[in-house]
């Protein structure tokens, strides 16, 4: 069965739970002999209710519990009940529970009786009841709410000493946010968690492996996920969110997956695509002189893979302005789902082309009903090919600021920009290089190395003619940081602007790339036109006929 | 395979199980886990005869865990003396004296090198005398703990090596005394 239980339960709250496991404890009654606190049963059902975030009820029975504790439980020798029912006495089992609460108590303000197993308390007019099963989970619910925060056990003591029913609901409250606070850290949000696993239940109902899901399937999902009339079903009106729900869905499965694969050492490197490295292929790696460093990296890169940061594209339409404000906002969904470029090229490319469609569509429901109708006549015209046209004009438009960026980089880093300028170059002749490369050793400040820019220019044309490129590109660039030469300590923005374009320009090209492979298999147009049937007939049930006519 | 694949593999193989006791290993040992609310109540109270070493060694090692540890055993104690404003004197063995205990030291005339520690519990717990007393030090070596034998008498001792960081700790009388109720 598919499943997310596990995804970003983050290592701190594990070890927590293991901690708990193995809390040992030595009572009165035990006569020093040291066993463990809890058993693992009332852990697991405690971390069941922690990371389904159903702890609610368990803080109040928690609370209640406390109350009696203050009142109904003796401790002659220390005089602080609290902490010595939870630490001192043996009380996480149903034993000691009862004999916690051998002695009925009773007083104006309420009273605490046990009759065969359960603990009957009644604050003023507030009935509860706790059966003694409950001990281990609620002994180890305190235990967790004081490794998270360890005040709250004098704030739990001082509240139910002097309270009523209204001070436990308030101390519940406290407790509950005490708990949220602590595991918006340490899980996912609940509203993620409940998408991850409609999709996955989807996945189950329908038999299928998240490996073979293709782009109908999604489209089926987002269908089927709008006839699906369940109240509690998170919303997958926008085709963008079941995209975004069902890519997130196989991306936290694929991690899931990869996590319990390096815990218990499956056989890992079948798979290309998640940057696993196959070891015969390893094995056959060229032998040659440096075949010892070319391992130490390699070790070194297996072991400790960094992932890089993900481009934002929102930072290049700051200063120095790489992209339009449009540019940044289409290429957003792009850099989101990185890891499906090629996979789900055409969930992708139906998301961006009827994603905006159905924005509009959105937009104009809260307009008018005509408005509504006029936008619906109108579906995106040459989708496909168009929102292709788009992706190159980007592609060219990121080229382009690269080529400026550099321009405004050669007087404060020659060095890096002629790095970056010879890889697109002609290859020089090794002679050549290596006379070039001691030559650029040699040169220390920025001024030494631009100079040698400049007579290597003079001996080799194509340098020369990028140079030039990059002062006309520049010259052509009015944009915002790209008006005036910047200066020395405004560097390090373009610098990172850099970084940035050269980042999001390999997702680009990536994209180009499985965007005309898709065009190979099929006929852009072919798809397109059955496309737009599908997706209009859902938008017309969605925003179209029936709630124009409802409205007017 | 040749036998420089071999040494790839094996070098790669090195390198995992590293990572692996680097990143996994030292969870698991018992050094290393954390520290729960539980063992500092437990260990407060004499509760882990066993383990109490291990855990007041971690104890001493983390500001918050002592911090933590100090306010409840101030909380369950029987008598708090704080830091004694004196001057001290190598040559003459000074105790000290509170409303509620009284601690005094006098070497052995025999064994020059030993000294028996006298605590006087004035108002003492049925359990002083049934299981005997139990005191913490926080001393600027971190925090320790003595666990004297059943009042006799209203009266508990112990006799120490005059070497003993325990003893030291005792006499310091920069460092704060809790007898535990």
């Known amino acids: ?552 | 395979m040749s036998p420089v694949n071999h040494k790839q593999a094996e070098a790669i193989f090195v390198a995992k199980r590293h990572y692996d006791v680097l990143s996994a290993g030292h969870e698991a040992s018992e050094e290393q886990a954390a520290v729960m609310f539980n063992d500092l109540m437990q260990v407060a109270c004499g509760r882990l005869p066993g383990s109490h070493r291990n855990i007041l060694h971690k104890i001493n090692q983390s500001l918050d865990l002592r911090r933590q540890y100090m306010t409840l055993v101030k909380q369950f104690s029987y008598e708090y003396s704080p830091a004694q404003a004196a001057a001290s004197s190598l040559e003459t063995l000074v105790g000290r004296e509170t409303d509620k205990f009284a601690l005094s030291f006098s070497r052995d005339p025999v064994v020059h090198s030993q000294i028996y520690v006298v605590l006087t519990i004035h108002f003492p717990n049925p359990t002083h005398s049934r299981d005997g007393v139990l005191v913490n030090v926080d001393s600027k070596n971190g925090i320790s703990q003595i666990q004297f034998p059943p009042l006799i008498d209203n009266k508990t001792q112990s006799l120490f090596e005059e070497s003993d960081l325990a003893l030291q700790a005792l006499m310091d009388l920069d460092a704060s005394i809790v007898v535990m109720n």
């Not at chain 1, 218990?264 to 460093?293: C, I, N």
């Not at chain 1, 940044?328 to 998301?351: E, G, N, W």
């Open chain 1, 1 to 552: 069965m598919v499943s997310t239980v596990g995804y970003g339960v983050s290592e701190t709250l594990l070890s927590m739970f293991d901690g708990l496991r193995q809390t040992t404890i030595s009572t009165s009654e035990s006569q020093g002999e040291i066993k463990r606190k809890f058993l693992c049963a009332d852990i697991d059902r405690l971390a069941q209710y922690i990371c389904c975030r159903n702890y609610g009820f368990l803080c109040h029975e928690l609370c209640f519990l406390c109350w009696a504790i203050v009142r109904a439980f003796p401790d002659k020798e220390y005089n602080e009940p609290l902490f010595t029912y939870f630490w001192l006495t043996d009380v996480a089992s149903a034993g000691g529970f009862r004999r916690a609460f051998a002695n009925p108590w009773q007083s104006d303000q309420g009273e605490v009786t046990l009759q065969e197993g359960v603990l009957h308390i009644q604050v003023g007019q507030t009935p509860f009841a706790i059966s003694s099963s409950r001990a281990g989970v609620l002994a180890g619910l305190m235990e967790f709410i004081v490794s998270v925060d360890n005040t709250q056990v004098q704030h739990i003591d001082h509240t139910v000493s002097k309270g009523g029913s209204g001070d436990t609901d308030t101390l519940s409250k406290t407790l509950q946010k005490c708990l949220y606070d602590f595991l918006k850290h340490h899980l996912p949000e609940a509203n993620e968690q409940k998408r991850y696993r409609y999709v996955t239940d989807w996945l189950n109902r329908n038999g299928q492996a998240p490996e073979d899901i293709n782009d109908d399937d999604i489209l089926l999902f987002w269908q089927q996920a709008n006839d699906d009339t369940a109240l509690s079903k998170p919303s997958h009106v926008r085709f963008e969110t079941a995209v975004d729900d069902v890519l997130n869905t196989l991306q936290a499965l694929t991690l899931l997956r990869i996590q319990k694969a390096s815990q218990r050492a499956f056989s890992q490197g079948l798979d290309d695509d998640l940057g696993e490295v196959d070891l015969s292929r390893v094995m056959a790696a060229p032998e040659d002189s440096e075949g010892e460093d070319n391992l130490a990296d390699f070790v070194h890169g297996a072991l400790f893979n960094d992932t890089p940061e993900p481009p934002q594209p929102n930072l290049l339409t700051l200063t120095p302005k790489c992209l339009t404000k449009s540019q940044a906002k289409r290429m957003q969904p792009i850099v989101k789902h990185t890891p499906y470029l090629r996979r789900f090229c055409l969930s992708l490319l139906r998301l961006q082309v009827f994603g905006q469609w159905q924005g509009v569509l959105s937009q104009a429901k809260r307009k008018s009903a005509a408005s509504v109708k006029e936008k619906m006549a109108s579906p995106p015209d040459n989708g496909y090919d168009r929102y292709q046209q788009e992706v190159l004009t980007c592609a060219e438009t990121l080229a382009f600021s690269r080529q400026c960026l550099l321009y405004a980089l050669l007087p404060h880093e020659p060095k890096r920009v002629l790095g970056e300028l010879i890889d697109t170059l002609p290859p020089l002749d090794e002679n050549h290089m290596q006379r070039l490369a001691l030559q650029v050793k040699g040169a220390n400040s920025p001024q030494q190395q631009q100079a040698l820019v400049e007579s290597l220019a003079q001996t080799w044309p194509p340098l020369q003619d990028a140079l030039h490129q990059l002062a006309s590109s520049y010259k052509a660039n009015n944009k915002e940081g790209f008006k005036t030469l910047p200066d020395a300590y405004v560097c390090d923005a373009y610098l990172e602007a850099l970084s940035e374009v050269s980042k999001l320009q390999g997702i680009v090209q990536h994209h180009l790339k499985a965007l005309n492979a898709l065009g190979e298999n099929t006929s852009q147009d072919g798809k397109f036109v059955a496309d737009v049937s599908i997706f209009t007939a859902r938008f017309n049930q969605l925003y179209g006929e029936i709630h124009v006519a409802s409205e007017s």
